[in-house]
T-cell receptor, first 116, second 114 residues
Framework: DTGVSQNPRHKITKRGQNVTFRCDPI?????LYWYRQTLGQGPEFLTY????????KSRLLSDRFSAERPKGSFSTLEIQRTEQGDSAMYLC??????????????FGPGTRLTVL | AQKVTQAQTEISVVEKEDVTLDCVYE???????LFWYKQPPSGELVFLIR??????QNEISGRYSWNFQKSTSSFNFTITASQVVDSAVYFC???????????FGTGTRLKVLA
């Protein structure tokens, strides 16, 4: 079983540009999560999906952020009009439901965003 | 409110020493999960252990062991006979059952010197 994959691994953009990240969860994992991690800090929850439904969003997720999971498989996270404060590692995780390890999240390698 | 505190920012040990990483948590719920993850320099968070709030048994897995004490709201992690490959940032996390999101601590950077 392959793990969670994220693309791109690194993204450098200029302030004001839009960026989109993709996450492919472990197959058959119903839940998918996005977190943001800044230097020296732990990951902070942004949002999560159960299948295609976005069930919770953090206050950290401003109007410039939008996430989708259109067919309940992969997910995208878009940031519009990027700001320097958006520079961070964006982590995706997935978890199974109804399994022994339900509620255990498995993380991808992350996408590191640098906004110049 | 939920909170996870990892007071040790950075620890350095010499290879083969034992080391304990501390984790203290706060929650008003009686049903929750606690986790430890390892983040090596590559950046990917690697799952190490999950413990639910009803199971206070300590656990040992090879050189790793975990001590969960509800009375002190602590979930400490010990590495026995540390190795250079153990060098990483270790995160403790809390999740209340039914909420699914994790609350992470700020992590402890462990450096194991040869």
């Amino acid at each position: 079983d392959t793990g969670v994959s994220q693309n791109p691994r690194h993204k450098i953009t200029k302030r004001g540009q839009n960026v989109t990240f993709r996450c492919d969860p472990i197959s058959e994992h119903n839940r998918l999560y996005w977190y943001r991690q800044t230097l020296g800090q732990g990951p902070e929850f942004l949002t999560y999906f159960q299948n295609e439904a976005q069930l919770e969003k953090s206050r950290l997720l401003s109007d410039r952020f939008s996430a989708e999971r259109p067919k309940g498989s992969f997910s995208t996270l878009e940031i519009q009009r990027t700001e320097q404060g958006d520079s961070a590692m964006y982590l995706c995780a997935s978890s199974p439901t109804g399994a022994v390890d339900t509620d255990t999240q498995y993380f991808g390698p992350g996408t590191r965003l640098t906004v110049l | 409110a939920q909170k996870v505190t990892q007071a040790q920012t950075e620890i350095s040990v010499v290879e083969k020493e034992d080391v304990t990483l501390d984790c203290v948590y706060e929650t008003r719920d009686t049903t929750y999960y606690l986790f430890w993850y390892k983040q090596p320099p590559s950046g990917e968070l690697v799952f190490l252990i999950r413990r639910n709030s009803f199971d206070e048994q300590n656990e040992i897995s090879g050189r790793y062991s975990w001590n969960f004490q509800k009375s002190t709201s602590s979930f400490n992690f010990t590495i026995t006979a540390s190795q250079v490959v153990d060098s990483a940032v270790y995160f403790c996390a809390l999740s209340e059952v039914g909420t699914y999101k994790y609350i992470f601590g700020t992590g402890t950077r462990l450096k194991v010197l040869a």
